[in-house]
């Protein structure tokens, strides 16, 4: 009986928490321009507004730039970092690590507004470098996180192995060590590329004037009103927010089935 109700509790949770996000993918193929039940049919025009809609086209190319760019920054210090700390011994490694994970036990918009009042201290202003900025410092522990956790079940025999074969550390780690993190890797670039995409209370503090990302572009149509255009924009957001992950995992399984065969 106890266990039967866990299972409801968790159930109602769940329902709570994605409900919310079902009715607005439904309301994305309403004919009608008004959200209301029962929808009197169904259609496709509000994606094809929205693709029509130059300010989301243009908030789209930003925040895939801004993620592209965060991915491959915070992938490359993050593999660095973790090869560092797990393979060679750094003094006060431990302080290190607990400094690069520091931006995820800190609350984001903390962390907006005391990266923004150092910059204003330091007279810089805001740019679009300053918003890669602020989410590479935001995203690099996400990658950190994942890197080092594949990275310590790697065994230093094999790479040893490798060189006392007569490979250098470069060949080892393209051709040894690269190759088994390898779904670490694309794990954490596929964390820091969605984060980043979904990122709003940093961006609002960081971007400049004139730009404007996804999460904030439909901020500022909410101002205005509820269009339909935004349940088709929440839509596709969801879709490649929960796509991109679960299309990492299955790269991921893909790479460790092929080196298992």
Known sequence: MGWSL?????????????????????????AS??????????????FVELAQNEAILRAFRTSILLGTLTAG??????????????????????????????????????LAVALLLFLNFMSINKSFTLLLF?????????????????????KRDIEEAAMSLGASPRQTFFEITLPLMLPAVLAGALFAFTISFDDIT????????????????????????????????GTVMIVLTVGLPLLGAAIARQLARNRGG
């Open 33 to 46: 321009q008004f959200g209301a039940f029962p929808m009197t049919g169904l259609s496709v025009r509000w």
């Open 134 to 154: 602020g989410h590479v410092i935001f995203t690099l522990p996400f990658v950190v996180l994942v890197v080092q956790a594949r990275l310590v079940s790697i």
């Open 73 to 110: 920054i915070s992938t490359t210090l993050g593999v660095l970092a973790s090869l560092a700390l797990v393979r060679y011994r750094v003094p006060g490694s431990n302080l290190i690590s607990t400094f690069l994970i520091a931006p995820i036990l800190v609350p984001e918009v903390v």
């Open 6 to 30: 866990i299972r409801l509790w968790a159930l109602l949770v769940y329902l709570f928490m994605f409900l919310p996000v079902a009715v607005v993918v439904l309301l994305s193929f309403n």
């Open 202 to 233: 940093g961006t609002l503090f960081w971007k400049p004037g004139g730009v404007e990302t996804v999460p904030t572009q439909i901020f500022a149509m909410l101002r205005n009103s509820i269009s339909p255009e935004i349940n088709a924009l």
